[in-house]
Each structure stands twice: as structure tokens, then as C-alpha cells.
Nanobody, 112 residues
Framework: QVRLVESGGGLVQAGGSLRLSCAAS????????MGWYRQAPGKQRELVATITSGGTTNYADSVKGRFTISRDNAKNTVYLQMNSLKPEDTAVYYC??????WGQGTQVTVSS
């Protein structure tokens, strides 16, 4: 059974940084695409970034140059380093694993 647990969310001022972590349990971590999505109030869930098992990354245009996704296959963990945060980055951030697996979400709030 796959389980994804996020951590690292919180409240930060605009221009600040946060790092999210997603610890995965269960099989298949190292061979699967992982990623982060986010959902702001009243909006649809949207892709933030993905990373393949080989380290190929993909980012939403809105976060390119500010966010970095990475993974540690030995620790079954994927990270999202978020820099230069903006109020519009405020959302619940969800860890995702190919196969439609989701974490419970972690709140990120950026104050202006």
C-alpha cells in the first residue's frame, strides 16, 4: 500500500522560502514519476512540478526559476524547494505519485 506524507508547509512572507518534503512508503518509489500539485481556494488543482526516476524535471510556467523539485530515492523522499514566494503561491500543496496516489496536503500561506 502506497502512502505519501507531506511536511514543511507554513506561513512565510513574500520573498521568503520554504521546503516541502514528501515521504513515500510502499513499493515502486524509485521507478515512478513523483510530483507536486497545489490547490488554491476556489480554484482547480494544478500541476506545480514533476520529476522522473532519472531526475528529469518539469515545471509549471508560474514557478519556473523559483521552485526546484528533487528526490532522494534512497530515502523514498521527494522535495520542493520554493524560493521568492509570492502571495499567489498560497495553496494546499499535494504530493503525487504516478498511479493516482496522493498525500493529505500541506498548507502554504504567503503573506504580502
Amino acid at each position: 500500500q502506497v502512502r505519501l506524507v507531506e511536511s514543511g508547509g507554513g506561513l512565510v512572507q513574500a520573498g521568503g522560502s520554504l521546503r516541502l518534503s514528501c515521504a513515500a512508503s510502499g513499493s515502486g518509489f524509485g521507478i515512478n514519476v513523483m510530483g507536486w500539485y497545489r490547490q488554491a481556494p476556489g480554484k482547480q488543482r494544478e500541476l506545480v512540478a514533476t520529476i522522473t526516476s532519472g531526475g528529469t524535471t518539469n515545471y509549471a510556467d508560474s514557478v519556473k526559476g523559483r521552485f526546484t523539485i528533487s528526490r532522494d530515492n534512497a530515502k523514498n523522499t521527494v522535495y520542493l524547494q520554493m524560493n521568492s514566494l509570492k502571495p499567489e503561491d498560497t495553496a494546499v500543496y499535494y504530493c503525487w505519485k504516478r498511479g493516482n496516489y496522493w498525500g493529505q496536503g500541506t498548507q502554504v500561506t504567503v503573506s504580502s
